[in-house]
């Protein structure tokens, strides 16, 4: 029954969010023209908001559980498990607070989607060419000295790609030490994604209606001492205690 509901419902979300990219698209373009990042990056984080808020056109909810007690004014690296599309939109939106930046693989900043592809090239994200180590490294070391420079935070999926089962696949380092390495005073925050896979248990067509999501953004990681294979270590152990595996 929840599947065939899918079918109703799924092209609803989709004129809902793909109308919200289409709009936005526009706006984005005005607000940096006239307003520089500022303004910029409000218009981002009003999408983001809107997009969230599409997830009620298939009846899922979206709870996100903050964490009141991160400071301001100083550079974090959100390192979180990844579970589908779906899982960036509340993070952007209720993070928006930490002008946090995604590293991005760079065909979605060449795909032309958009406001995604306007907002990855202008909006300040690390694009990186997997094919090219040289290209990705420089990138990252980018958006580490605007982290520095600009207090600027950063999200980063260390498993690389999603899962299509909710199973965590072991965190890489690399990204994360690049960041770390200019920036010792961040803090390492882990934020574990329940549920988002299951949106797309059936695949892009039709999404699955009627689904609990759920970010949890956790304590900051005491990395005092630690070098970066011990610190992902203790953000993906921080991680799988709190997802739902499903074999």
Not at 46 to 62: D, E, P, S
Not at 129 to 149: C, F, G, H, V
Request: glycine share 6%; charged share 20%.
């Amino acid at each position: 029954m929840r599947k065939v509901l899918g079918y109703f419902l799924t092209p609803i979300f989709y004129l809902c969010f793909g109308l919200s990219l289409i709009i936005f698209h526009p706006i984005q373009w005005l607000c940096l023209k006239l307003g520089g990042y500022s303004a910029h990056k409000k218009s981002v984080d009003i999408l983001n908001g809107l997009l969230v808020a599409c997830n009620y056109t298939l009846f899922n909810r979206t709870q996100f559980i903050d964490n009141k007690n991160l400071p301001l004014g100083r550079p974090i690296v959100f390192v979180a498990n990844h579970q589908s599309t779906y899982d960036i939109p509340p993070m952007i939106y209720f993070l928006r607070r930490f002008h946090a930046k995604f590293i991005s693989k760079v065909e979605l900043l060449t795909a032309g989607i958009p406001s995604i592809s306007f907002n990855l090239k202008h909006g300040g994200a690390a694009n990186i060419d997997r094919k090219d180590p040289k290209q990705s490294i420089a990138e990252i070391l980018k958006l580490a000295n605007n982290m520095k420079q600009h207090n600027w935070s950063a999200f980063i999926f260390p498993e690389g790609t999603r899962t299509k089962t909710g199973k965590m696949k072991s965190f890489s380092v690399g990204g994360i030490a690049t960041l770390l390495k200019k920036n010792p005073n961040a803090l390492v925050v882990p934020v574990a994604i329940n549920g988002s896979y299951k949106m797309v248990e059936y695949g892009s067509f039709p999404l699955r209606p009627f689904t609990h999501m759920t970010w949890e953004v956790l304590d900051p990681i005491d990395i005092q001492g630690l070098n970066p294979e011990e610190i992902v270590k203790k953000a993906e152990d921080a991680i799988r205690l709190r997802v739902k595996e499903e074999n």
